[in-house]
């Protein structure tokens, strides 16, 4: 085994001293900063919309069901999956697509930020009025008089359904009592039943 004094003759690692490399981190971030002073070019942050709802309908269903034949010369938009034009990208499936299109790089690349506007109390009052005004249209629209026609008409349908039952049921026990009158008449002539290729032993 080699002593501790020549295994560090043997070390060939190379050795950094972080001190050192810190001040030159140091040193060029100063020269960057008194170079953007100078040349007056400071980066101005970016500034990105308020997050909006859609006003289009997301289409998951167009390509249900349907088969398509894939090669390597297909465009990459008609390949099997869920094409995003935004971001030039195919994601295999819908719960994965809406994620993407609701998630922050689909979202930055529309120049949205995920921020949504605060309502202000006015809008949100206003919002409100017009959820209770659709509620008392509907209410308006609810008539007793046409409701209880309909329940009428719904017991005549029901009663006329259970007659149509009920005679059907006649007809049928009236169909096996002939039966049965024949199979009588078929035992009294000799015979197991007519028109029968089954063989009684």
Known sequence: MAS???????DFRRKWDKDEFENLAQKRLAEEREK??????????????????RDYKV?????????????????????????????????????NF??????????????????????SLDQVKKRFE????KLEEKQKEYDFEERMKELREEEEKAKAYKKEKQKE???RAEDDVDLEEDDEMAAVMGFSGFGSSKKSH
Request: proline fraction near 3%; charged fraction near 35%; aromatic fraction near 2%.
């Open 4 to 10: 501790s004094s020549g295994s560090s003759k043997n």
């Open 36 to 53: 953007e002073k100078r040349d007056g070019k400071t980066a101005p942050p970016v500034k990105r919309e308020l997050l909006r709802h």
């Open 59 to 95: 289409d998951l269903e167009s390509k249900l069901g349907k088969t398509i034949v894939i090669t390597k010369t297909t465009p990459q938009a008609e390949m099997g999956g869920y094409y995003c034009n935004v971001c030039d990208c195919v994601v295999k499936d819908s719960i």
């Open 98 to 119: 809406l994620d993407h299109i609701n998630g922050k790089k689909h979202q930055r690349n529309l120049g949205m930020s995920m921020r949504v506007e605060r309502s």
């Open 130 to 133: 017009v959820n209770k005004k």
């Open 169 to 171: 049921r006649k007809r």
